[in-house]
């Protein structure tokens, strides 16, 4: 008899990439990463699940859809979880707590699986307040609370409960890297157009710049609710040069961020942004509101410039240094590397996820 101990069954249950977000991003990475491991065998359960051709009229009425989507996640539910050892929660906040990871937790739990909550909103603290009585109890039931910063273990003690980090990742291979010894005024931002991320901000810090540098231009990659709105705030603005591409998959950003010379992240609520690890990859220096967990990351005046949120003053300000000092935008883009490469790379992280689950698998009572 071999002496190698059987792969344990992981079923990671989150959005698939129809749902192109974050979330979704680090779930399709960390499954793609996971199929090397000898000692896992992890497959992928979408919160979101394609409908049969005969139910997909229902995706087009708001709430019917909700409906339907659940159900359907519902039956994939009870129909994998009794065949797995880990149920890997992949969780935002809100309304979206309580339609995805939560039946996930309760029906892992009822077939006697091992639970990990991976809570990745940089909305946790309100969340974690205003709804304490509908998700504390849920997230008690988890064996272990991942988080990917230290910013989110500190929310998550002061409400009682333990969590650990574990980071997101970047992939490397699909990340030029380019070293940057003097700068171009080529600004990206890499962020949905959603009010919590703040693009106005960056907008009205573009036309600072583009006030001093009148050929300076700007990319933003990214879909969602303020898309019309940030249209027409360039027009308001009288902006030039401003290029709004869509959605782009994660396997082809790598070419944005190699195009671009310098970062733009502005939200007002943000945890562990991968678009800025991703910029730390490519070499690119990075100004960045200091939100939620990005101080987390980011290190003013050693792996990026820091200001505070909604300052586009201080944004166009610090962009406008690392234009007139590129020695110092290439200190803080080589340091920013030399991090991502030695705490951001699937090597490191693979071995934390590894042990976590090895540990769930000698654990009798939940840790949360």
Known sequence: MSGTPEPIRVTLVGPSLDILGGQAVQASRLLA??????????????VNPRLPSALRWSQSIKYLRTVVTSIAYFGSLLRRLPSTKVVHAFSASY??????????????????????????????????KRWQHSTLPVMRLAHRIVVPSGYLVEVFERSGLSAVAIPNFVDFDTIPHRRRDSLRPRFLCNRNFEVLYNLPCILRAFARIQSRIPEAE?????????????????????????????????????AWYDQADIFLNSPDIDNMPTSILEAFAAGLPVVSTRAG?????????????????DDDAGMAEAALTLLKDPSLALRLANTARSEAVEHYSWEEVERQWVALYRSLMSDQEPRA
């Open 95 to 128: 309304w979206s707590f309580l339609l995805a990871p939560t039946p996930a937790v309760l029906l892992g739990r009822l077939f006697g699986c091992r639970v990990v909550l991976n809570y990745r909103s940089g909305e946790a603290e309100d969340h974690l």
């Open 33 to 46: 990463r996971f199929q090397d491991s000898p000692e896992l065998r992890v497959d992928f359960l979408a």
């Open 218 to 254: 700007l990319v933003l990659v990214g879909q969602g609710s303020q898309r019309e709105a940030l249209g027409q705030l360039v027009s308001e603005l009288g902006l030039r040069s401003v290029a709004f591409v869509g959605a782009v998959a994660p396997e082809h950003m790598g």
């Open 293 to 309: 967990g990005v101080p987390w990351m980011v290190r003013d005046a050693v792996t990026g410039l820091l200001v505070d949120c």
